[in-house]
């Protein structure tokens, strides 16, 4: 027999599960619709912003390129640095400097070769983007990463600014050199703050201190193909662990990271690396760790509203391996949710960024790569 108790439940539980269809068409409806803005990239890797709805996108065998509003690719403009193009190395990051309009100033990272093309070495250049757009004015290499090494591998290269006018630079520890993360006589896997002259600024952590190089940060870093600052001003950055163990971390200045002495991944096929831990007195955790990795690429804080409420100060990073694009929630400094964008196309997510516009861009790493606008719906 059915009594008023049992209808009155069921009308709560047909109620509820109303609601929550509508809550979860309302989070479907939401996620914005990706947008081609320009395609027939290779390898891109990374995006900056220019005026008049520009676009200004490295290809990593040795290529910057001017996009158009259109989409139209422009020529590669001329005067970039020889590159180290294999395996991972190539041109790789470009910023625009925070006084762009006035002085039209850019930076560009990209493993360099020596003389004789036997080693490499990350490297940091600026130069003046010249009126036309075309070719690249007064370029000089202001940081080398010391020393350099035969290795197509981990060249970390993710530059970004801080508020006080300083260059932070992300350096990989190029693979077959991960001990050297851990000590402060060389700049394998490494964070670097230099001033915009190359010159090292005086309140850096290891200035005067015997047996350190003065342009050091942070060390105990694996390969961070990711970096950006927090709405507050911190640096924050991710980095790809071996297999598993992906960090989020947000490096200080002196801090020691840990690798290779402490990790949440394995060894490529299994086993411990280091000495098998996860922790250690004088060693920072991360923030989050991901395990399986993601191969994580590209990160940027979302500031604007354009997305709505929810979305605003959520963190955005890219996935190489299972191509989506991670959008993160926080709260301060701990991860709360996370919800994967874009999986549809399964696309290898190389660089995201906020523009101007408040709107996120996303490049994807193919022979032919995409730079994709996310437009709210």
């Not at 990239?41 to 912003?49: G, Q, T």
């Not at 050091?216 to 991710?238: E, K, V």
Request: with cysteine; hydrophobic share 35%.
């Amino acid at each position: 027999m059915t009594t008023s108790r049992t209808r009155s439940l069921g009308r709560n539980i047909a109620g509820a599960l109303l609601v929550l269809g509508a809550s979860v068409s309302a989070l479907a409806q939401a996620q914005p619709q990706p947008q081609v803005v320009a395609a027939g990239l290779e390898h891109p890797w990374a995006v900056a912003f220019l005026p008049e709805q520009r676009f200004l996108v490295t290809e990593r065998p040795g290529r910057l390129r001017v996009i158009e509003a259109d989409g139209r690719l422009g020529e590669p403009v001329a005067g970039v640095p020889a590159v180290a193009a294999g395996g991972q190395g190539g041109l790789l990051d470009v910023a625009t400097d925070s006084e762009f309009a006035r002085n039209r100033t850019l930076y560009l990272c990209f493993s360099e070769p020596d003389v004789a093309g036997r080693a490499n070495g990350t490297a940091l250049a600026r130069a003046r983007l010249s009126d036309d757009l075309r070719r690249l004015e007064g370029v000089q290499v202001i940081f080398r990463q010391q020393p350099k090494v035969a290795s197509r591998n981990h060249f970390g290269c993710r530059i970004v600014e801080g508020r006080d006018g300083t260059l932070f630079l992300t350096l990989g520890d190029r693979f077959s050199r991960k001990e050297d993360a851990q000590t402060l006589d060389n700049h394998l896997g490494k964070v670097v703050r230099v001033a915009k002259d190359g010159s090292v600024p005086k309140d850096n952590p290891f200035v005067g201190r015997a047996g350190a190089l003065p342009e050091i940060w942070s060390y105990g870093h694996r390969n961070s193909q990711g970096a950006t600052l927090g709405p507050d001003g911190r640096l924050w950055m991710h980095e790809h662990g071996p297999q598993g163990g992906d960090e989020i971390n947000r490096p200080q200045p002196g801090r020691n990271h840990g690798w290779p002495i402490i990790t949440y991944g394995e060894n490529y096929g299994g086993g411990a690396i280091g000495e098998g831990i996860t922790a250690k007195a004088g060693m920072e955790q991360p923030l989050k760790y991901w395990v399986p990795s993601i191969a994580p690429s590209g990160m940027a804080f979302l500031t604007s509203d354009r997305y709505g409420p929810a979305w605003k100060g959520n963190l955005f990073v890219g996935s190489l391996k299972f191509g989506y694009l991670d959008r993160i929630e926080l709260a301060g400094d701990k991860v709360t949710a996370e919800h994967k964008l874009l999986e549809a196309g399964r696309e290898r997510i190389r660089d995201v960024r906020q523009g101007p516009d408040g709107l996120l861009y996303v490049l994807t790493d193919a022979q032919d790569g995409k730079l994709i606008r996310l437009v709210p719906r």
